[in-house]
């Protein structure tokens, strides 16, 4: 299940988000709430990211993935460790059957230092569809400082898988919003919180839905629309009320 993490791992190099962080992913920097999406036959997905401590202190950083449409056959594997000693890191392999799966071991990031971060998603037959993986950063066990959100799908044909086009207003939303899905008539809409916890999820019958957020606490969600051979897209909403 554990491994030591070798810095051989992590060929990568970085900048950084949120003021306290800044994250590259595959050395582009990275913006929180973009979906990072891949196609793939049963070829791992594999993701470097370098976390960077842009703070003024040091930083006691674990790692909680949450698999928000799991798919029963895949596997994922996690990597958390240091830029400044590789022997101080950790790699927890077939992690699939645990989730939400947190490391149990915490990275201390100094200012100006990079936390390496590894993940590989492994999609198996016979299964299809799309797995959403959100790997969320987190200070002193408790204090979420961002997140990396990562879609893999699996069809029989890559080049079958086809982005789902929508539309989510209004956003900011105050007591409903409207997701307007275009080119299908039927789908599936999830909302999701930052923690990954599914707050609703219902089926669209026609083209168009209206979720209504008055029982939604103020904050960041995450509208997922998943439909038949299409690529699920992804939309960030602020609720505001």
Known sequence: MKTTLLSAL???????????????????????????????????????????????????????????????????????????????????????????????????????????FLA?????????????????????????LDSIEITVCKTVSIEEITPLSIIVAPNPANSYVKVKINGVDGATVKVVDVLGNVVLKETVMGTSKIINTESFRNGVYFVRVEAESQRPVTRKIIVRH
């Open 120 to 144: 590989k998603i492994k999609p198996k037959d016979p299964d299809y569809g799309c797995g959403d993986y959100k790997y969320y950063i987190i200070q002193n066990g408790s204090i979420l």
């Open 10 to 116: 992590f060929g990568i190099v970085s900048t950084f988000s949120f003021g306290q962080l800044s994250i590259t992913i595959e050395g582009v920097p990275h913006t929180s709430g973009t979906v990072y999406t891949y196609a793939s036959d049963t070829n791992t997905i594999t993701i470097n990211a370098l976390v960077n401590n842009a703070s003024g202190a040091s930083m006691a950083l674990t790692i909680k993935r949450v698999i928000t449409s799991p798919i029963s056959s895949w596997k994922d594997d996690l990597c958390w460790g240091s830029s400044t000693n590789s022997l101080e890191g950790q790699c927890y392999n077939g992690i699939q059957a645990t989730n939400p799966y947190t490391t149990f071991h915490t990275q201390t990031v100094d200012p100006g230092d990079n936390g390496i």
